[in-house]
T-cell receptor, first 114, second 114 residues
Framework: DAGITQSPRHKVTETGTPVTLRCHQT?????MYWYRQDPGHGLRLIHYSYGVKDTDKGEVSDGYSVSRSKTEDFLLTLESATSSQTSVYFC?????????????FGPGTRLTVL | AQSVTQPDIHITVSEGASLELRCNYSYGATPYLFWYVQSPGQGLQLLLKYFSGDTLVQGIKGFEAEFKRSQSSFNLRKPSVHWSDAAEYFCAVGASYNTDKLIFGTGTRLQVFP
């Protein structure tokens, strides 16, 4: 299994509070991704990173920001959480950006916004 | 724009029976196709992938998938299902040039009866 951990694994928060989710990898892969998983939608890309301090938006980036100060860590921040951001969040990594490359997924973080 | 359709939301089979999970894609060029499995409470694990060459692809855990360009399909099969195969299965289509264009289907939940 790829060395990917996510923290916390579960979190319950209130609307309007800031939330930060962490993804940590031990594989030294250059590319990291944040997805959210919702019933009926599969997985949708929020943001991704192609190197330290290099990030870009995905399909559903509104309301989210990311940061990557070290190769191994990719943070996802909800500046002011809303109930629509209740979801399961997955981090993924890949060695390259080539379409043939495999994305490896972390165990996920279940976030509930009340 | 690329898209993936998994027509079956939920499938139930008996242990030992054969299995086929359907996946149809829409993509302008030759697609890169993936099948992932997600066990309850876990992240996604890659079962197999197709880029080119032999249209019948072998994966882990005894799964295989066949790429049929004429039908825009990439169906997943297993000749004899085990109770441990109960999980959610996701088909995904990607672009050749970058991994941030990976699009997931909405998933098929497989239930296995003894």
């Amino acid at each position: 299994d790829a060395g990917i951990t996510q923290s916390p694994r579960h979190k319950v928060t209130e609307t309007g509070t800031p939330v930060t989710l962490r993804c940590h990898q031990t594989e030294n892969h250059r590319y990291m991704y944040w997805y959210r998983q919702d019933p009926g939608h599969g997985l949708r890309l929020i943001h991704y990173s192609y190197g330290v301090k290099d990030t870009d938006k995905g399909e559903v980036s509104d309301g989210y920001s990311v940061s990557r100060s070290k190769t191994e860590d990719f943070l996802l921040t909800l500046e002011s959480a809303t109930s629509s951001q209740t979801s399961v969040y997955f981090c993924a990594i890949s060695e390259s950006r080539e379409g043939t490359d495999t994305q490896y997924f972390g165990p996920g973080t279940r976030l509930t916004v009340l | 724009a690329q898209s993936v359709t998994q027509p079956d939301i939920h499938i139930t089979v008996s242990e030992g029976a054969s299995l086929e999970l359907r996946c149809n894609y829409s993509y302008g060029a030759t697609p890169y196709l993936f099948w992932y499995v997600q066990s309850p409470g876990q992240g996604l694990q890659l079962l197999l992938k197709y880029f080119s060459g032999d249209t019948l692809v072998q994966g882990i855990k005894g799964f295989e998938a066949e790429f049929k360009r004429s039908q825009s399909s990439f169906n997943l099969r297993k000749p004899s299902v085990h109770w441990s195969d109960a999980a959610e299965y996701f088909c995904a289509v990607g672009a050749s040039y970058n991994t941030d264009k990976l699009i997931f289907g909405t998933g098929t939940r497989l239930q296995v009866f003894p």
